[in-house]
């Protein structure tokens, strides 16, 4: 199936069980997930995300478009402060 296709009918209540699968370990029914199937679900959570998520306060999340959204807090220098070398 094209990415596309999958992505579009993709609701948000299929991307948020695979999210939790992925997280988990597990589907819903209790069996476990293989590595391949681990690997596919977080691809698809990671392109519907990127493709249809909603642009939050999370550091260094790309908005629709490619736009990079850095919300990190930059630290901050206090000019007030010195800082003295000690010499044994």
Known sequence: MD????????????RDNLSTA?????????????EEQKATCLRAVIAWD?????????PFKMQKGGVFNNKAVK????????????VK
């Open 22 to 34: 992925v997280e988990i370990g597990r589907w819903s029914d209790g069996n476990a997930l293989t």
């Open 50 to 58: 990127a493709t249809y998520g909603e642009v939050t306060d999370e």
């Open 3 to 14: 990415l596309n296709k999958l992505l579009s009918s993709m609701t948000q209540r299929v």
């Open 75 to 86: 630290p901050q220098i206090n000019s007030d402060v010195t800082i003295i070398k000690t």
